[in-house]
C-alpha cells in the first residue's frame, strides 16, 4: 500500500455543518490527515470542543473580542493549540505553513478574504464557501491558477461534475452541465401559497441536513442561482451551456453532456462526506463513512424543470450572471441581509426575491475589476437592502 505524507488541513467553519462532516471523514484516516487549523465565527464553546476531540495546533475565533474567552478556554482544558482572533489572524495562518489544505466552509460573503488568502498560497482548497465564488470568481480562479492552488469544489453539484470532468476546466467537447436541484422543502407550491411559510419550514430540507442560510436559499432556489454562477467561474462555461434540472431524489447530483451525447453523472447518498472524502484524497478515493447507493431501494429518479414564478430567485440569479460584472456581488449581499432578516423573522419569505430584484435594479452592474470594486458593491447592497427592510417588516 502507498504511503503519504501526513496533510495537515485547516478546517474553516468547523463549527458549521460542512465543518462537522470535514472533521468526521478527516478523524478517519489519522496518520494521513489531522486537522492542525480550527477556525469558527463566535461560537467559542463549541470551537474549544472541536479542540479537545482534534487536537489542533491553532484555533482561530472570528470575533476578536472573544479571543480571551478562547486563550483561558484552551490553557484550562490543558491543550498545546494557540488561541488567534480576527481575519488578519485567519489569514496568516491559512497562508503559512501551519496548513497544506484548507476547507474553506465559512458561511456568507465573510469567507471571502480566507478563501483569496489560500488561493494566493498554492495549497489544496477544497472550496465549499460558495459566496465567495459569486463575489469574486474571476479574483479567486485566477489567483488559484496563478499559484498552482488546486481547487476542488465541495458543493454537491459542483464535486459531481468535477468529477465527470475529472478536471476543473470544461473543454470544449462538454456541451452542457445540467446542475439538479432538490427543489426544496416548497417544490410545487405556487407563488400564493408561498406567503406565509415560516421559518421552520424553510429550514427543514427533505434531503440535506445544513446551516440555517443555506437552508433558506434551498427554499427560495436561490442556491441554485448561487451554483449557477459558481459554475461558471469554476469550470469556465458561459451561461449558454448551463442549466437546472429539479430532481426530488437528491441522488443524482449534476450531470455533464459531451458532444458525443454521451451524458455523465455523478450518483450517491445525500452526505457531504463523499464530496470532502473526494477534496482530500483526490485523484485517489478513500473511505468516507458514506455507504453505497442501492437503487433498488430508490427505483425512482424523477426529472422536472424548476418554477421561475413561484422562485424567482433563481432567474435573478441568471439575470445577474448574464448582467456581470458587479451584479452577483449585489445579489449575494442582498440576499444575505434578506436570509438573515427572514431568520430573525422580521421579513416573510416573498420579501426576499423582492428585496434581491429591487437591490439589482437600484444598483446597475458595472465592470468588477478590482478586489475593492466588488466589496465596494456588497457594501453599497447591504447598506440599501437594510434600509428597504423597513418597506417589508412583517406585522
Ligand atoms: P453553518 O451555518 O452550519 O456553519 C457556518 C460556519 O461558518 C460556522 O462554523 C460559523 O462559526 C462560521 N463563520 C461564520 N461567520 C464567520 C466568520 N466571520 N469568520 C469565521 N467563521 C465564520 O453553514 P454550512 O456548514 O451549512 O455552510 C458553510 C458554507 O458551505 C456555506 O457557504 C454554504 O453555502 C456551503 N455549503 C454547505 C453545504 C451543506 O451541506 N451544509 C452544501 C454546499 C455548500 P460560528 O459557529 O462561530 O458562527
Ligand atoms: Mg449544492
Not at 23 to 38: F, K, M, N, T, W
Not at 105 to 134: C, H
Not at 250 to 267: I, P
Request: some cysteine; proline content about 5%.
Amino acid at each position: 500500500m502507498a504511503t503519504h505524507a501526513l496533510r495537515n488541513v485547516a478546517v474553516l467553519g468547523a463549527t458549521g455543518s460542512i465543518g462537522a462532516s470535514a472533521l468526521d471523514v478527516i478523524a478517519r484516516h489519522p496518520g494521513r490527515y489531522r486537522a492542525s487549523v480550527l477556525a469558527a465565527g463566535q461560537s467559542v464553546d463549541a470551537l474549544i470542543a472541536l479542540c479537545v476531540a482534534h487536537r489542533p495546533d491553532h484555533a482561530v475565533i472570528a470575533d476578536e473580542e472573544s479571543y480571551l474567552r478562547l486563550r483561558d478556554g484552551l490553557a484550562d482544558a490543558g491543550l498545546p493549540t494557540q488561541a488567534h482572533a480576527g481575519t488578519p489572524a485567519l489569514d496568516a495562518l491559512v497562508s503559512g505553513p501551519e496548513c497544506d489544505t484548507v476547507v474553506a466552509a465559512i458561511v456568507g460573503a465573510a469567507g471571502l478574504s480566507s478563501t483569496l488568502a489560500a488561493a494566493r498560497a498554492g495549497k489544496r482548497l477544497l472550496l465549499a464557501n460558495k459566496e465567495s465564488l459569486v463575489l469574486a470568481g474571476e479574483l479567486v480562479t485566477r489567483a488559484a491558477d496563478a499559484s498552482g492552488t488546486e481547487i476542488i469544489p465541495i458543493d454537491s453539484e459542483h464535486n459531481a461534475i468535477f468529477q465527470c470532468l475529472r478536471s476543473r476546466q470544461a473543454q470544449g467537447d462538454v456541451s452542457r452541465i445540467v446542475l439538479t436541484a432538490s427543489g426544496g422543502p416548497f417544490r410545487g407550491r405556487r407563488r400564493d401559497e408561498l406567503a406565509q411559510v415560516t421559518r421552520e419550514q424553510a429550514v427543514a430540507h427533505p434531503k440535506w441536513s445544513m446551516g440555517p442560510k443555506i437552508s433558506v436559499d434551498s427554499a427560495t432556489l436561490m442556491n441554485k442561482g448561487l451554483e449557477l454562477i459558481e459554475a461558471h467561474h469554476l469550470f469556465g462555461v458561459g451561461r449558454e451551456r448551463l442549466d437546472v434540472l429539479v430532481h426530488p431524489q437528491s441522488l443524482v447530483h449534476s450531470l455533464v453532456e459531451f458532444v458525443d451525447g454521451s451524458t455523465l453523472a455523478q450518483l450517491g447518498l445525500p452526505d457531504m462526506r463523499t464530496s470532502l472524502a473526494v477534496g482530500l484524497g483526490w485523484p485517489e478515493r478513500i473511505a468516507s463513512g458514506v455507504g453505497g447507493l442501492d437503487l433498488l431501494r430508490h427505483p425512482r429518479l424523477e426529472f422536472e424543470a424548476p418554477d421561475t414564478d413561484a422562485f424567482p430567485c433563481l432567474r435573478l440569479a441568471w439575470e445577474a450572471m448574464a448582467a456581470g460584472g458587479t451584479a452577483p456581488a449585489v445579489l449575494n449581499a442582498a440576499n444575505e441581509v434578506a436570509v438573515s432578516a427572514f431568520l430573525q423573522g422580521r421579513i416573510g419569505f416573498l420579501s426576499i426575491p423582492a428585496l434581491v430584484e429591487d437591490a439589482l435594479a437600484a444598483l446597475p452592474a458595472t465592470p468588477a475589476d478590482s478586489l475593492d470594486a466588488l466589496l465596494a458593491a456588497d457594501a453599497q447592497a447591504r447598506r440599501l437592502t437594510d434600509r428597504n427592510l423597513a418597506g417589508h417588516l412583517s406585522p
